[in-house]
């Protein structure tokens, strides 16, 4: 009885893991799918470009 607890637990806990890992990949490579459309003005690092789009890095809403 108090094995299968135990590895009720084990499993429970590799669960999250293994599922948070999986979806913070998928948004990385989603965010950066959808960043495509952004870059052709803000640039590919988000850095700008002069004269078309203001930089992203670390002024959005002035934090
Ligand atoms: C057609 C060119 C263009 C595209 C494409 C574009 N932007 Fe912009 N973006 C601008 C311009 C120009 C400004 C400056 C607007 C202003 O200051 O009034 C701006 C401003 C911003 C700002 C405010 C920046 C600041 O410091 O005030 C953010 C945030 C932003 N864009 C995010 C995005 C995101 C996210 C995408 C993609 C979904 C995107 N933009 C796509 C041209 C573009």
Redesign the pocket.
Known sequence: MKKHYIAGIIIFVLGIAFSTNVFAEGDVVRGKA??K??A???GENAAGNDG?????QA???GI
């Open positions: 959808k960043y459309v952004c052709a003005c803000h078309i789009a203001p930089p992203l002024n959005i809403h």
